[in-house]
């Protein structure tokens, strides 16, 4: 257990919509990355958030957002959804170093 | 635009083969990182090599960074169904005040009891 937890564990909705995608951090930590994994794409960085404040963007699409709250708990937001977008989704966190701790990740299947 | 490659891309032995996979960039590293993701799991951090040159063994594992930090290798002596999974390298590198970890694409490794 990595201590960092995502949820849903799983998704399954249609094209078109919209869903929210919720992690939470090991206890300390400030830094949440989150990233795509598709078979065809491999491990695909999105974005990443330092207390609160963007940090880092990846290959994230505009019809995508996240956001880090003040408690450092992070969601990801992903709109306009399409059968492509259908992935696994992880979070990461990392105290400032280089070492990420990854949570279970979140599948989504777009319908 | 930096970008690690790895391989084989998919690699299937027998349980008490040996086997090594190598993670290759054009960018030099501050450090490098590999981890082991099982299906449907997040990846998990095996070990950071910072010094080029340097090697670093965890049990059977026995993982090493170039000399010019660039590349690395993973070698698994006796290879165990334990072991299977896909292996990721990430590669550290320092733009302006914050550093980004870059992932390779990664190798799958199947050992066959």
């Known amino acids: 257990d990595s201590g960092v937890t995502q949820t849903p564990k799983h998704l399954i909705t249609a094209t078109g919509q919209r869903v929210t995608l919720r992690c939470s951090p090991r206890?300390?930590?400030?830094?949440v990355y989150w990233y795509q994994q598709s078979l065809d794409q491999g491990l695909q960085f999105l974005i990443q958030?330092?207390?609160?404040?963007?940090?880092a963007k990846g290959n994230i699409l505009e019809r995508f957002s996240a956001q880090q709250f003040p408690d450092l708990h992070s969601e990801l937001n992903l709109s306009s959804l399409e059968l492509g977008d259908s992935a696994l989704y992880f979070c990461?966190?990392?105290?400032?170093?280089?070492?990420?701790?990854f949570g279970p990740g979140t599948r989504l299947t777009v319908l | 635009t930096q970008l690690l490659e790895q391989s084989p891309q998919f690699l299937s032995i027998q349980e008490g083969e040996n086997l090594t996979v190598y993670c290759n960039s054009s960018?030099?590293?501050?450090?490098l990182q590999w981890y082991r993701q099982e299906p449907g799991e997040g990846p998990v951090l095996l070990v950071t090599?910072?010094?080029?040159?340097e090697v670093k063994k965890l049990k059977r594992l026995t993982f090493q960074f170039g000399d010019a930090r660039k590349d690395s290798s993973l070698h698994i002596t006796a290879a165990q169904p334990g072991d299977t999974g896909l292996y990721l390298c990430?590669?550290?590198?320092?733009?302006?005040?914050?550093?980004?970890?870059?992932f390779g694409p990664g190798t799958s490794l199947s050992v066959i009891p």
């Open positions: 090599v910072v010094t080029g040159g």
């Open positions: 206890s300390g930590d400030l830094s």
């Open positions: 990430a590669g550290v590198t320092t733009e302006t005040s914050y550093d980004k970890v870059i």
């Open positions: 960018s030099v590293f501050s450090s």
């Open positions: 990461a966190s990392s105290n400032g170093g280089h070492e990420q701790f």
């Open positions: 958030y330092y207390n609160g404040e963007e940090r």
